[in-house]
């Protein structure tokens, strides 16, 4: 049943792929989703080093012992919609947007944590997940702002030129 999900999930995301990387903003996707995809491996390889979750089914399980599905494509695709929702939006709003992906992930975590062996939380809640998934987001939006902020810098040297 693991292997099912993890293909099902994983084909969403690859179906996913295309609809996200449309229209002008392309480059900007493109860096949400591989410093996603960095900033994820790296807390993941923390935890799961510290030995605080397992995943007992993974693929590649010689060569990885995170869930790459999850690290480089999922959490970052994720990111690339969350940053798209919220792109234009004050703090507020964002804050609020952000409950939409770590509230239904902490919840999916532990449901799945219960009921398959995709995880084993062993020094780990929901409520980990929840701050590991706000962290991460708001990692990443802060880097969006500072692209954002480069731009207009870009954009105006250019202009007085």
């Not at 947007?97 to 919840?107: A, D, E």
């Not at 062996?117 to 998934?133: G, I």
């Amino acid at each position: 049943m693991e292997k099912k999900l993890l293909n099902l999930l994983t084909a969403i995301c690859f179906i996913s792929l295309p609809f996200l990387f449309k229209g002008t903003k392309m480059r900007e996707n493109l860096l949400i989703l591989f410093s996603k995809g960095v900033v994820a491996t790296l807390v993941d390889a923390y935890v799961v080093g510290t030995k605080r979750v397992e995943y007992p089914v993974r693929p590649f399980p010689q060569i990885f012992k995170t869930n790459i599905i999850y690290d480089i494509l999922f959490f970052p695709i994720l990111s690339v919609i969350w940053v798209k929702i919220s792109y234009n939006d004050h703090f507020g709003k964002i804050l609020l947007k952000s409950l939409i992906f770590s509230v239904p992930m902490s919840i999916g975590q532990w449901f799945m944590e219960k009921n398959t062996r995709l995880f084993k939380w062993n020094k780990w809640s929901p409520f980990h997940t929840f701050a590991s998934v706000n962290f991460t987001l708001f990692t990443i939006r802060g880097f969006v702002g500072l692209l954002k902020l480069f731009d207009k810098f870009k954009a105006k040297q250019n202009v007085t030129e």
